[in-house]
């Protein structure tokens, strides 16, 4: 048992849905501790039917600290890391920043579990769009070979952080009352629309968050020779991201195969009946820890391609519920040795 851990970013989204899931799960620790911008410094929050006061995110901070898990922007984990380690804290990190670090593993339980124990001092949890299509990949690749992915993401505004769900509201009200509204976290506006950008510009016009998708995949699978093709789009959508996913793989797997697949496979629900309106939506799969397929189909544009459709909740199993699985993953190791 790790008997002093920490949530770093407890404030944020995505820390709230950590501290919840901690105490659901009963995680086990002694003591437990909440840090924050010196902005959130000296500020109360709940856990378990007792109140914090939340600390300031500083190097001595993390003095007596077995276990963080962190949920901050890049900049904050490209500094925050390194003192946690130099303290002897194991971290779980929720950014972006340590992803490709070769000596970071980047890890999805229920894909790549042995990952985790080669961590030394960071393990890192995927970009959320990554996550749940990797989910899905991860048993047609065992059963025939992933070669080729074409995904294209709609993703919801919860992506971009409570700002981002809040000019969904904010700019749809606008549309509606046909006033102006500016647009503050998007580059556009976000109210009946899809922008297709999500990230910077990265490389041969591809965006930061398409590249993400391309080389996570690939590290989480090992696999260099597993090809992605994705396009990434912001939608009027609260919450859950959607994805559309085409995959060659070298031996056919058919439509029947790869139900049984996804039925068997831990984290993964199937919800597939098209003659009776029966598929996964964001409406439908908000607040849930799993990773939902419909629309499964060959394609019909290649022998060997397989269509379907992926919903999950980003700030879920996305983000939260992973790095609470991959610390829990840590825990049961400690405990078998």
Known sequence: MFETIAIVGATGAVGGIIRKLLAERKFPHKQIRFLASKRSAGTTIEFAGKTYTVEEMTPEAFRGIDLAIGSTPDP??????????????????????????????????????????THQGVIASPN??????????????????????????????????????????????????????????????????????????????????EIKMVLETRKILGDESIQVCPTCVRVPVSNCHSESILVETERKITAEEARELFAATPGLKVVDDLANGQYPMPNNCDGDDTTFIGRIREDLSCENGLAFWCVSDNLRKGAATNAVQIAELLTRNAAAV
């Not at 925050?80 to 971290?91: D, L, M, N």
């Not at 919801?156 to 500016?182: F, K, M």
């Open 76 to 117: 904050v984990a490209k500094e925050f890391v390194p003192w946690a380690k130099e303290a002897g804290c194991v971290v779980v990190d929720e950014s972006g920043f340590w992803r490709m670090d070769p000596t970071v593993p980047l890890v999805i339980p229920e894909v790549n579990p042995e990952a985790a124990f």
């Open 128 to 209: 959320c769009s990554t996550t749940q299509m990797v989910q899905s990949l991860k048993p047609l690749h065992d059963a025939g070979r992933v070669r080729r992915v074409i995904v294209s993401t709609y993703q919801a505004t919860s992506g971009a952080g409570v700002e981002g769900q809040r000019e969904l509201i904010e700019a749809s009200r606008a549309a509606l009352d046909d006033q102006a509204h500016q647009a503050k976290t998007f580059a556009h506006s976000i109210a009946f629309n899809l922008i297709p950008q999500i990230g910077s510009h990265k490389q041969d016009g591809y965006t930061s968050e």
